[in-house]
């Protein structure tokens, strides 16, 4: 007995040493959904927090909260360093700040453009942030995105924002670009970052002209669309070295997913190749993993081939055309392969002459034709790639042409 | 209130009530009534000179009938004298339980005899039909063998005396149990055990004459291991039921029931039940050797039993296996495990008992295999459940929240912003309002039974969110807690592991799931080391031994092939390895039928 009161008593005491440092209550935190970077006004940088009101997204059943309140709380602030604005939030926010949950992190364009890694980079290091975080590029100001955004189908900021850059998965307009990522590629030789492009509804309609446009055409902050909620995430930002180079637009976001690999699924409406005014709809889809082949020439210079194997589905062929009869059906495959070429062209014109920036990731590629890494540094893949021979191929086959076996034609 | 009332105003109570007797107390008013003084007042300093020698008269009374008892002293040959000493022996001038019979034997010359026996647990009839009548009526109707009446005491009575106790127990008792009894303890004993003890005048033996008729319950339904598929019996408080309850199912000549008295002040007979040609030797013999040393003052219940010879005292675990079921009892036995009852409870021991067959029912067997397998799957989970979850909520909420998706967080969040206690606060509240809860409901009177479920739901549901004292997600741990620890089938085990879960909302508290996972290892590490009959607690997974698959997957009743290695039974396999012989083409060589005997 008096050994296990002894033992009782001793675990007690062990039990007290700890001291309970880490505990801490979810209603004493403030969950920061998104962080919101800018170049500052008053100092270096304007800090962007957008903290979820847990008593408004959830109310308690017995009363008491407020309900109907604002579900976010948006507050912004001039500092140093991020992580300093962190401190700096304890004079006007009575919870401590957590970022453990914070789903995206924006980089206003202004600053993305000047000085990209700088500011980012070194949250590597810092334990609360996820390496899932997304990475996004404002077109715009970050601050403004947030202060704007405001979950319109849902209750919680922290689901919007995990819907909005899971979209990757569904369309090919948006790329994946979680913090990760984006790390990799903008610190590795041989590789450009890409990340989401995000801004505001545009301000105003542009003008009339209703001809036909490929939607790939836009991105965030241009997209033509009234109502909904205020943000849009479409297009992507090319970083390269420490800072921001350019943005590209749907197509050619959709252009360098495939050949990274991560493209999953897109809708493509297409020129029909025997009447013109009219339009093919296909789901494209990848078939395999995106095969690149690069060699090394004589002359120290890169070749590249790229195929890109898809394959998809029949959604619409406005003229009526029987297209979807065997013997017919290499004509949409030819199609569809020459629409997306032509994007491909222009996307490889923008990497290697507009912008010198691989951001295909092709170097990852290259890498493997090298024994050292030594080897490869010195190859200096940054600075061939603009002058790199790279040719595209896509390989698409039709594998369903929907629940139609024939178009009737009313005529 | 009103019945209180009632009783203070129509019964006018002394305030302060008198009481005769009272240890300790300097001026007791006089001696001791009746029954012992406690030990602790041996000698009342200062106490009555009277009253002290009362005390100890009493004492020294006590202990020579107890030596008379325990001296094995024989009977003597005078009735007067045998008669005389039993009823000091169960103190017969007070005592109104006990009645001596004094009749006469109708042989040629009537010879006087006594009957010795309590009013109440024996059968009238049987002592009517089959003693007293035939030894008052008919002991004379066979003259042949009529024992001469010759010198009475002295070597050459001792024949006459024989041939007269052969004759009675042969020819004029027609009971189906007479058995001879030469010393005073025996008749004591017997007695006791509501037989008849037969005191011939002249005879220094006794005849003992079974005529138990003790008021029992009928089998019932088992109300704490209920099943839905399976025998509906359970064990009662008789042990001879609870015996032929396990002869009915497992009829088998190499079923041993033995029998040891266990406890000084009434000696209950404890049955030791195992199948010779299966159960280990040594473990049979382990069980008997600790039973045999058991100086318990009075076992009247396993449970009590079951401390007096359980491995570790202290350790987080029962070691023995309490069941209601013969069934279950039935398939211990047959895989090699001895079986423990107790007289006058229904509840048997199994021992060896391990971690795995504590966490079995016994309907697992009686479903086929995917249900079975998937029951006992679920109550892992429930024991998991019972265990951490509280702990494992109070961790996460507090140290990881990290480890919660956004919006659940918020949700937990938003549900807990009115609560003005801390998290780990809020939940040790509930837990222990449900422990009273379930506390309260064990000892509620059954007929305001039905205020405790009002009264609980009230407390653990709507009240305590609505109030703000806890918050709503809460009252899902716990009813999920609740749910998971009466998944676990053994009662014993079930309350043990609730206990258990306070140290792990503790360690949650101070350390976050670091704490939770040193306290599982110390939790572990502690059962690793248990033994129960020198069985391992966790067999067959640490150490690993070999076993047939029923433990946490439970394999189809064909695969159960093998006797658990760690009982080491005399027969290891209990079917052949094709045991559904129908599944093979008959050959037409031996016969491939299960070795069943």
Redesign the interface.
Known sequence: MR??LTSFVLILMI?CL???W??????E?A?V?AIGLDRGRENVLTVTLQI?V????????????GGGGEGLVVTSMEAPSLLSALEFTHAWIDCRV?L??T?VFIVGRELAESDFTAFIMPLARFP?F?PTVGVLVANGRAENVLREADPVLEL?P??LW?QMTGAWAATEFIPRSDFRRVYIDTGSPGAAGLAALIGVEREKEGPPDPSHKAKGVHMAGTIPRRGGQKIEVMGAAVIEGDRMVGVLNGDETGVAKMVRGTFREMIKTVPDPRHPGRFLTVRVYPREPPAVDVRIGADGMPRVAVLIPLEGSILGIQSGEHYERPERVHQVERAVEKSLMTDARAALDKAQHEFGADFFALGYHAKQRFPTWQAWEEFAWDEKFPDAEISFDFDFKVRRIGILRETVLWR | MLKTLNRLLVFREPAVPRYEFEAGREDRPSAPAGGRAPSGAKKPAGGAPGDTAAFEKKRAEGRRLDAILKGNRPLSTSLDENERLLKEIFREPGNKDIVFRPFSIGTERPRRALLVFFDGPVNTDRQNLSILQPLMLFAGLRPDRIPAERGEPGPAGQEAREELAKRIREALLPGNEVSPAGTVREVVEDVLNANTALLVDGLDTALLIETKAWATRGVGTPQVEAVIRGPQEAFTEQIRINITLIRKTLRRSSLVTEFLPVGRISPLQCAVMYLDDVANPALVAEVKRRLKSVGADYVNESGILEQFIEDMPGAPAPQTLATERPDRVVAGLVEGRVAIMVDGNPWALIVPATFFSLMQAAEDAYNRWPPGTFTRLIRYVGLGLALLLPGAYVAIITHHPEFIPTDLLLAFAGAREPVPFPTAVEVLLMEAAFELIREAGVRIPGTVGTTLGIVGALILGQAAVAANIVSPILIIIVALTALGSFTIPNYPFSNTIRMYRFFYIALGTVLGLFGILVGLFVHLALLARMTSFGVPFLAPVAPVTRSAPDYLWRGPAWEQEERPDYLDPLRRRRQPRISRGWTQRRTGKGDDRPDGR
């Open positions: 050994r296990v039990l700890p001291g309970c880490d505990y801490r209550e979810l209603d935190t969950w959904t979820a847990a008593r408004n997204i959830a109310p308690a059943p017995g009363g008491g909260g957590d453990s949950h789903k609360e996820r919680s922290g689901k995990d």
